[in-house]
């Protein structure tokens, strides 16, 4: 079961099936093939994976419209009162040079907060989904409430193959002793969520469509999301944001943004 919500086990389905075809299109170099746009990695299978996760989404609920980093008019409308946010590929860059950090991943959000999410790691081949109020899985299994995690204590993630920049300031000045190499920003909230790290920081743009879907997760298991300054995501205004603190304990998280910002 994905979750108790009339759209938690379609959309779960969506993204294992994009995700399979992301896997089959890998071994085509001109699917893999694209540019650097600033920080972001773009590639010609980022357009395949939003038609084909969009189409499934849309077939689910025609009345829901789907917001996509992948469809610049989607985003500047006015957002909808419910919609799906999506991102095709999270990691493209993971994608197309061979890593198996990448993920897709989909979340319904109704007013200014996320209700349903599903992320897939293909070649993980994890599950991991969300529905406000009823907790998430990982295929299917409940993931446990974290246990407390203060400052300094567990595993610090990021997608480097050691801790540097805002990571490594963290890392050294609360005294974490562990750091977990990972790949995307969903997938590190994740990982969190699941219990192999305790805290991710990041000071780079971050999108409202990478943290909606894994935000969920980690909040279901009891963790905490917030942009660079300790403020919430609020899913209004501007898509874009500049960074995060996803940690297993929401009191970390806030002695983290808190420490940042002095």
Known sequence: MSG????????ATAVVEVGGLLREWRSDPAVRDGVWEGSQFKAEADARAHRALSERLTR?????PVVSEEDPGSLVRERPPRYWLIDPIDGTASYAHGFDGYVTQAALVVGERPEVAAVH???RDTLYTAVRGQGARRDGRDLPRQPPAPPGRGVLTDNTPEPS??????????GYGAYLESGSIALKLCRIAEGDAQLFVKDVPVRDWDVAAPGLVL????????????????YRGSFEHTGLVGAADPSTGRSVARWLQL
């Open 165 to 174: 920049g805002v990571a490594r300031r963290v890392y050294e000045h609360f």
């Open 121 to 123: 790691a293909p070649e």
């Open 60 to 64: 689910i609920d025609p009345g829901v």
């Open 219 to 234: 909040a279901e298991t009891g963790g905490l999301l917030t942009r660079l300054d300790g403020s919430g995501f609020t």
């Open 4 to 11: 108790r919500h009339a759209l938690s086990q379609a959309v």
